[in-house]
């Protein structure tokens, strides 16, 4: 009897459209409730920003039922980072059992950026790989392999100019050679 009873829940919910406008519409709402109290809380009251954000949640549903493409959007990037954020904790698993500290991976001004950057590709590459691009008009030229495999040459390219770039030892001499007083 219980054998089957989440199927049965999950594709009752997808049959009475919970998956194609209600949780579209409760995510939109979430986000821009919460973003404008987080930008405009001293000059919206509570009550404008509710407004506000029920308006727009309203058009997310009635965009939602214009693209079907949203359901599997969705389930796609939800899928995508639970594997990403899988693989993550693996990684930070093994690290400590060999007994490396992980929190050195964020000391330094320059680690900090680094991984920032790589936590920003990995959600881009995700968002794209579940179908972003089919959400977004993005020219076709951008979707080659040659167009991703330049922009890999320069980003690489940039990584190593800026790793040339930085001076040994703490910071540049001043210029002059004497002390300023």
């Given at each position: 009897?219980a054998?089957g009873?989440f199927y049965i829940?999950?594709q009752?919910?997808s049959?009475?459209?919970?998956?194609?406008?209600?949780?579209?519409?409760l995510l939109?709402l979430?986000?821009i409730?919460?973003?404008?109290?987080?930008?405009?809380?001293?000059?919206l009251?509570?009550?404008?920003?509710?407004l506000i954000?029920?308006?727009?949640?309203?058009f997310v549903?009635?965009?939602?039922?214009?693209?079907?493409?949203?359901?599997?959007f969705?389930a796609n990037?939800?899928g995508?980072?639970?594997v990403?954020a899988t693989?993550l904790l693996?990684?930070v698993?093994?690290?400590?059992?060999?007994?490396?500290?992980?929190?050195?991976?964020t000391?330094?001004k320059?680690?900090?950026w680094?991984?920032?950057?790589?936590?920003?590709f990995?959600?881009?590459?995700?968002?794209?790989?579940?179908?972003g691009?089919m959400l977004?008009?993005?020219?076709?030229?951008?979707?080659?392999?040659?167009?991703?495999t330049v922009?890999f040459?320069?980003?690489i390219?940039a990584i190593?100019i800026?790793?040339?770039?930085?001076?040994?030892g703490g910071?540049?001499?001043?210029?002059?050679?004497g002390e300023?007083k």
């Amino acid at each position: 009897m219980a054998d089957g009873a989440f199927y049965i829940l999950l594709q009752n919910m997808s049959r009475l459209g919970f998956f194609q406008f209600l949780f579209p519409f409760l995510l939109a709402l979430a986000i821009i409730y919460g973003l404008l109290s987080w930008a405009l809380k001293e000059q919206l009251p509570k009550s404008a920003r509710g407004l506000i954000s029920l308006i727009f949640a309203f058009f997310v549903m009635l965009y939602t039922s214009w693209n079907t493409m949203i359901v599997s959007f969705f389930a796609n990037l939800s899928g995508a980072w639970l594997v990403v954020a899988t693989g993550l904790l693996f990684i930070v698993i093994l690290l400590a059992l060999v007994g490396y500290d992980v929190k050195k991976l964020t000391e330094g001004k320059t680690s900090k950026w680094a991984l920032v950057l790589l936590l920003v590709f990995i959600g881009i590459v995700i968002f794209f790989g579940a179908g972003g691009a089919m959400l977004m008009n993005i020219p076709g030229w951008t979707m080659s392999s040659d167009f991703w495999t330049v922009l890999f040459f320069i980003v690489i390219l940039a990584i190593v100019i800026f790793w040339l770039g930085q001076e040994e030892g703490g910071g540049a001499a001043p210029a002059g050679g004497g002390e300023s007083k």
